[in-house]
């Protein structure tokens, strides 16, 4: 497992701290339905996704050496 930290973009936890393991993350994509509020971008798994504050470039900074 490899576990990054991003700012939760999901009600209730709006604005908390996640740690998603991103050996799981299968496709990062901007999430387009959230672009009134932002740029957000969703983490997507097997089993489950995650929306985050971040941006795409962000995300992908954090990420680093797999990106």
Do not use: C, H, R
């Not at 998603?20 to 932002?38: H, L, Q």
Request: proline content about 1%; glycine content about 4%.
């Amino acid at each position: 497992m490899k576990y990054k930290i991003f700012t939760n973009a999901n009600a209730p936890y709006e604005g908390k701290k996640i740690a998603i393991d991103i050996n799981e993350v299968k496709s990062i994509f901007e999430d387009v339905t959230k672009s009134d509020e932002g740029k957000y971008t969703t983490l997507w798994s097997k089993n489950n996704a995650w929306t985050v504050q971040e941006d795409f470039d962000t995300v992908m900074k954090i990420i680093g050496d797999i990106a």
